[in-house]
């Protein structure tokens, strides 16, 4: 017979995601937002902490607030329990009935060019593995535990996350077949509307500048905030866009009504990455997301 064990010390798991959420963001009001909770909720949680342990975990000066020395030891210990938690949580769902599920944030154009096309394929290779998808121009909040993993265009400093590169595009002119007809070189791209996206507003002068091209924005410029609709305004005529090659090669417009004036690639691009928590990196669910990816970003691009 088991001997009863004492009872534990250890807070409520409530009222520690509060104190590091509030310790990370050094606020109680996001703290709160995270938590979907609200502030005096949240301060609730931590003056229990303060009142169990009989230390001051934060110092309050109005709104604002700062660690103590207890609270900056205590935090440490805090979230690197939260971490393994988390860690060990994700690792018994693939001992589930149902088998592991996968969340994914990807940006709309890589999802309906990669994703997509190789979803039939990821069902037949894992059919107890469940897959959602999440296309999104939004960068995936990682600290509040909607997704596995993201894919991204462009590498940013994020503490904690890993970057593995997928693949190197670089912009390509693109346009319909009429407008294709009167760009002889990339020098009639002056008398021309350009489409820009303005999450990358730069890349048009970038890609004149190394063309060698002076051209000031015009007021017949279109502007879009996604590569779908720019990509769509381009193959109605109405102006010329920036496409990610290769991946533009898999448009199924491509080299019909969506064509290539000219030859002409930069010689650097960016990259799309899968992203995910650095912790998580051996895995047997970023494993399988990552070699998965890796196959269809191959598939979509081998044409």
């Keep these: ?77 805090v979230r690197s329990s939260l971490d393994a938690l988390e860690l060990g949580s994700l690792e018994m769902q693939t001992r589930g009935a149902n088998g592991p599920g996968l969340r994914i944030s990807s940006l709309p154009f890589f999802t309906n060019i990669v994703i997509i096309p190789a979803l039939e394929d990821f069902k037949k290779r894992f059919p107890s593995t469940s897959l959602q998808v999440a296309a999104t121009h939004e960068y995936a909040n990682f600290d509040r535990g909607g997704v596995d993993a ?65 051209r000031s924005e015009s007021e017949n410029d279109l502007w879009f905030d996604n590569v779908l609709c720019a990509l769509e305004a381009a193959r109605c005529g109405q102006g010329v866009a920036l496409a990610m090659h290769p991946l533009i090669t898999a448009h199924p417009e491509f080299g019909r009504s969506l064509v290539v004036p000219f030859d002409l690639l930069p010689v650097r691009g960016d990259r799309f990455y899968l992203v995910y928590r650095a912790e998580h990196a051996n895995t047997r669910r970023i494993a399988t997301l990552r070699r998965w990816l890796s196959q269809a970003v191959e598939r979509a691009t081998k044409g």
């Design 1 to 77: 017979m088991n001997k009863p064990r004492h009872r534990r010390a250890t807070p409520s798991l409530a009222a520690l995601q509060a104190f590091e959420m509030a310790a990370n963001y050094l606020s109680f009001q996001r703290a709160a937002r995270d938590l979907g909770l609200t502030p005096s909720a949240v301060s609730h949680r931590i003056r229990g902490l303060e009142q169990k342990f009989g230390v001051r975990l934060f110092e309050r000066a109005g709104r604002a607030i700062r660690l103590t020395e207890a609270g900056q030891d205590y935090v440490e210990t």
């Design 150 to 214: 993201a894919i991204r265009y462009g590498r940013e400093r994020s503490s904690g996350l890993r970057f593995d590169p997928l693949l190197e595009v670089r912009g390509v002119a693109v346009c319909s077949p009429r407008i294709a007809r009167r760009l002889k070189s990339p020098l009639d791209l002056a008398r021309q509307p350009l489409i820009h996206i303005g999450a990358t507003s730069g890349a048009w002068p970038a890609w004149l500048k190394a063309a060698g091209i002076e």
